[in-house]
């Protein structure tokens, strides 16, 4: 053994990211300058009012928009370096998407539904349902998995798409507004589902207004006018 510590690599890491982008005569500038690396399981919430950038944030890191400065890696792919077709594939193997909204197809099953991001890769046959089969278990809805969206709970539904994020093996789950559909009582039960995901290793970025939504992640980071204002990480490091 030599000793030596090898490096782990980021899952996002971000150096002077800007979008600016013109509305009539006025630049926006939906991110202003943005530094921040978020490691392997990790649970970060990404909070901020309206407008302020954390949904920009959150496309450019998930490859959904592209930056107009500075530098972004996804599990240490520079994203300005992949093609179309590669950045494609990186969404679809190392990243995982929860909306705020289901995004159910409505005359599916939930194992069918979960099965969609198995077929744009060119995944069928026994290993698409077995792993479809895991994901819904995973999710606690082994029991479920026949059923269609419309005979299930909105949580239920949210559920099924959180197994459907799940069953690709991503890297790092995208979840924006996930409890926004949601009552009180079944975003909790949501939450605590993304606390056991991570608990197991998978690392979170979750966007959110609420500050008792964020209240479940490990690691909060305020946006503010394109800036991070705050970064509970660099608190809890100061004070250590």
Sequence with gaps: MSGETRAITPVIEAK?????????????????????????????????????????FMNICGALDQPTGGMVKVAGRDLSTLSRDELADLRNEVIGFVFQQFNLLPRTSALQNTM???????????????????????????SRMDHHPNELSGGQQQRVAIARALVTNPTLIFADEPTGALDSATSVEVLKLFQKLNADGMTIVMVTHDADVAA????????MDGHIVRDTADERRAAS
């Design 116 to 142: 969609l991001p198995l077929r744009y890769a060119g995944i069928g046959g026994q290993e698409a349902t077995d792993r479809c089969t895991r994901a819904l278990a995973q999710v606690d809805l082994a």
């Design 16 to 56: 002077g990211l800007y979008r600016h982008y013109h509305q009539g005569s006025e630049v926006v500038k939906a991110l202003d300058g943005v530094d921040v690396t978020i490691m392997p399981g990790e649970f970060v919430a990404v909070m901020g009012p309206s407008g302020s950038g954390k949904s920009t």
């Design 216 to 223: 479940y992640a490990g690691r909060c980071l305020h946006f």
